[in-house]
């Protein structure tokens, strides 16, 4: 299921015992990362809006480790038999073609 186009994905990592989320669109080009990420972050707070202190704290290391998470989806997507992810996908709110997906690294 991580290969095909148009699709979401929502990533949960859990390296080095900080929590990283980040939403990337395959079918795009790797440049519009960052502007989706930001986007599905504002959905993701105000969906868990219990959460929100948590978030918060974390938002400052959304704009540090930007580059870390662009490392770590290359990372998991070349090395796959190496790192593995869980997933939970629901379909989309709006559109049958798109699938969020909810995941989690199991190498920790």
Do not use: L, T, V
Request: with cysteine.
């Amino acid at each position: 299921m991580y290969y095909y186009y148009n699709y979401y994905y929502y990533y949960y990592c859990c390296c080095c015992y900080y929590y990283y989320y980040f939403y990337y669109y395959y079918y795009y080009y790797y440049y519009y990362y960052y502007y989706y990420y930001y986007y599905f972050y504002y959905f993701f707070y105000y969906y868990y809006y219990y959460y929100y202190y948590y978030y918060y704290y974390y938002y400052y290391y959304y704009y540090y480790y930007y580059y870390y998470y662009y490392y770590c989806y290359h990372y998991y997507y070349y090395y796959y038999y190496y790192y593995r992810y869980c997933c939970y996908c629901s379909s989309s709110f709006s559109s049958s073609y798109y699938y969020y997906c909810y995941c989690y690294c199991c190498c920790c």
